[in-house]
C-alpha cells in the first residue's frame, strides 16, 4: 500500500506533485473488484473496455460490453493483480494497468509501440481517473506506486505509452508524456510523434 498524506509542504512523491488530500495505493485483489466496477461504471470505463484492448486488440468492440468485463474479472481472480487501484477512503478514483509486458500481446501488434529489446519490462498501459478527481495528482501517484511495485517484483525497467500533448490535442486514456517526464522516465523510442516510448530502468534509479 502506497500512502500520499495531507502535508502542509505541497506533497511530492518521487519527485511528482501530489495535490489531492489523501490517496492510499492497493493492487487489484479479487475483494476489491466491485471498487473496480463502481470506478469503471457501465461503460466499463471507456468504450466497453474493461482493460481488455492491449490483450484481444480491437475484438473488444465487437464484444459485448458485459464479456469483456467477465473476462477481465476471471484475469483479476487468477491473479497476479493486473494493475493498481487508487482509494479516497473507501472510493475508488483511480486505476493504472501494469503488468509485465509480455502479458500484453497486442502491444508488439501496433507499429507503434513495437518492442525495442528484449529487456524483460513492466507496462504501464492504460491510466483511468474518475471524474471529478483529474488534474488532482491522481495519476502521479499510480504512477509512482507502479514504479515502486515493478521495482519491487525485480523488474529491470518500467515502460508506458503516453500520449505527447504538444504533438496531438486527442484525449488519451495512457497518460500523458509531460507526467512521466516528471516521474523520472525517458523517452526511448517514437515511432509515431505523438505516441513515444518512455522509459525509467529501475536498475539505475535504484541508486
Not at 511530492?12 to 501530489?18: C, D, E, H, L, Y
Not at 464479456?67 to 487501484?85: D, S, T, W
Not at 529487456?119 to 514504479?147: D, E, H, K
Request: glycine residues 8%; hydrophobic residues 40%; contains cysteine.
Amino acid at each position: 500500500m502506497l500512502t500520499v498524506p495531507q502535508l502542509t509542504a505541497p506533497p511530492r512523491q518521487n519527485g511528482i506533485s501530489v495535490r489531492h488530500p489523501q490517496l492510499t495505493v492497493h493492487p487489484l485483489t479479487p475483494d476489491r473488484w466491485p471498487a473496480l466496477e463502481h470506478l469503471f461504471g457501465e461503460k466499463g470505463a471507456c468504450n466497453g473496455c474493461w482493460c481488455m484492448y492491449w490483450r484481444i486488440g480491437a475484438t473488444y468492440r465487437k464484444l459485448p460490453r458485459e464479456k469483456n468485463k467477465e473476462a477481465f474479472r476471471r484475469i483479476v481472480a487468477a491473479g497476479p493483480p493486473p494493475g493498481l487501484l487508487a482509494f479516497e477512503g473507501d472510493l475508488a478514483v483511480g486505476w493504472c494497468q501494469l503488468t509485465p509486458r509480455d502479458d500484453l500481446a497486442w502491444l508488439d501488434r501496433n507499429w507503434r509501440l513495437k518492442r525495442l529489446d528484449q529487456t524483460p519490462v513492466w507496462s504501464i498501459s492504460c491510466l483511468y481517473v474518475r471524474i471529478g478527481y483529474r488534474r488532482q495528482g491522481v495519476t502521479s501517484a499510480l504512477i509512482a506506486a507502479a514504479v515502486d511495485t515493478a521495482r519491487r517484483a525485480g523488474a529491470p525497467a518500467i515502460e508506458a505509452y503516453p500520449l505527447d500533448a504538444d504533438r496531438s490535442p486527442s484525449a488519451t486514456g495512457t497518460g500523458y508524456a509531460s507526467t512521466f517526464r516528471r516521474a523520472g522516465f525517458k523517452v526511448v523510442a517514437r515511432h509515431a510523434a505523438a505516441r513515444p516510448i518512455v522509459r525509467l530502468d529501475l536498475l539505475k534509479s535504484q541508486g
